[in-house]
């Protein structure tokens, strides 16, 4: 949170901004805020409840915005969320959860094949970190496991079988 004031302060908005640190599913208060963000991280939400919250926080005409990677395909759901200790979803689903708490979706734009490069380059990065050490067995296998999952983000982004989108759904006026 002190970066948090510190980068409002920096700009000069901190009356503007106050930071609260709390669970996303029972934040509190009403009406409160213009526009909520989820940065790579609604997966670890449970979307329906995180939805009717997020809804009650916003003033009419406001908007969520969420950037996340997305299932398209069954056979990546599982070793996306064993790896990730999370519940990917897909963009069905989070329609379904941000209509029900009665928000309109305004947009959604498949990056998919802007992000694959960013695997790869994680890929080469997991390479050559390891390169020319001597590894534990458990640290053998920690890499193992990174390097696996890591190519399987690129191709599930490369077939489709995994999706990263933009999204946004705003509040009623």
Same mark, same amino acid.
């Given at each position: 949170?002190?970066?948090?004031?510190?980068?409002?302060?920096?700009?000069?908005?901190?009356?503007?901004?106050?930071?609260?640190?709390?669970?996303?599913?029972?934040?509190?208060?009403?009406?409160?805020?213009?526009?909520?963000?989820?940065?790579?991280?609604?997966?670890?939400?449970?979307?329906?409840?995180?939805?009717?919250?997020?809804?009650?926080?916003?003033?009419?005409?406001?908007?969520?915005?969420?950037?996340?990677?997305?299932?398209?395909?069954?056979?990546?759901?599982?070793?996306? %969320?064993?790896?990730? $200790?999370?519940?990917?979803? =897909?963009?069905?689903?989070?329609?379904?959860? !941000?209509?029900?708490?009665? +928000?309109?979706?305004?947009?959604?734009?498949?990056?998919? %094949?802007?992000?694959? $490069?960013?695997?790869?380059? =994680?890929?080469?990065?997991?390479?050559?970190? !390891?390169?020319?050490?001597? +590894?534990?067995?458990?640290?053998?296998?920690?890499?193992?496991?990174?390097?696996?999952?890591?190519?399987?983000?690129?191709?599930?982004?490369?077939?489709?079988?995994?999706?990263?989108?933009?999204?946004?759904?705003?509040?009623?006026?």
């Amino acid at each position: 949170m002190e970066w948090v004031t510190r980068f409002a302060a920096e700009v000069g908005v901190e009356s503007q901004v106050h930071a609260l640190l709390c669970d996303a599913h029972v934040m509190p208060g009403e009406s409160r805020f213009d526009a909520a963000v989820a940065i790579d991280s609604s997966g670890y939400l449970n979307r329906k409840q995180w939805f009717r919250r997020v809804a009650s926080l916003l003033r009419p005409g406001g908007r969520v915005y969420i950037i996340d990677c997305f299932l398209g395909s069954p056979e990546y759901e599982e070793p996306f %969320n064993d790896y990730w $200790h999370t519940r990917i979803g =897909t963009i069905d689903e989070y329609m379904s959860a !941000a209509q029900e708490a009665g +928000l309109k979706n305004d947009m959604i734009d498949d990056i998919s %094949n802007r992000t694959e $490069h960013f695997w790869t380059t =994680t890929l080469a990065l997991i390479k050559a970190e !390891a390169d020319g050490k001597k +590894l534990t067995h458990a640290e053998k296998v920690r890499h193992e496991a990174s390097l696996h999952v890591h190519a399987l983000v690129r191709q599930g982004l490369c077939d489709g079988g995994l999706l990263y989108a933009l999204m946004s759904f705003s509040k009623g006026r």
